[in-house]
């Protein structure tokens, strides 16, 4: 657990996640889903029933190289932020990072803060080697933060995304410890 302060001062707690915020989460991913169009779900598309999501948080959970890790403003969560792993040998050393913000607390420090606490977790858990993610071409802002933390551009899918009918390219990069 870690408490920090946001540039506009509220106070921010990061924990892990546990089954007792699976209902929580999945209500979240329905609400900012419909803030940014650099996810890769809608508002109201993360179809996930809080049982099964439950499941899925406490497997993650048992992984030694897998994590979820959520910031709270007065108990509420304003980001999720993950890193999972497959648990076959030949691939278990790289982790996949995700993460989501709420719209209104962007800009404040809080995404750099989240990806420092994964990378880390990840530098010290045993088993990662290789943090990887994806993120939309044009997602400037974001690739600017994975930059300055370390991250490298490894290619280009093309054309993967469509959102009203436009195409976009979806950007793979890597950090190697």
Known sequence: MM?????????????EATTEHAQHMVDFYNVVGGETDFL??????????????KEFLESTRLEQ?????L?????????IASINSSQKNRIKHVGTLGIVI??????????????????????????TNKISLVTR???????ELYEKLGFEKEGLVLK??????????TLVMGLFF
């Not at 890769?40 to 999501?53: D, I, L, R, V």
């Not at 071409?137 to 690739?143: H, V």
């Not at 993967?160 to 976009?168: A, C, K, Q, R």
């Open 3 to 15: 408490k920090f302060h946001l540039k506009d001062g509220d106070e921010v707690m990061i924990t």
């Open 102 to 127: 709420s719209e209104q607390f962007t800009g404040q420090g809080l995404g750099r803060k989240m990806m420092e606490q994964l990378i880390q977790w990840a530098a010290s858990n045993g088993v």
């Open 137 to 143: 071409e044009d997602n400037n802002l974001a690739i």
């Open 160 to 169: 993967d995304t469509l959102i009203d009918g436009v195409y976009y390219n």
């Open 65 to 69: 190289n897998s994590i979820i890790l």
């Open 40 to 53: 890769s779900f809608g508002k109201n598309e993360f179809n996930q029933k809080a049982e099964t999501y």
């Open 71 to 79: 910031a709270t403003v007065n108990d509420k969560i304003i980001s």
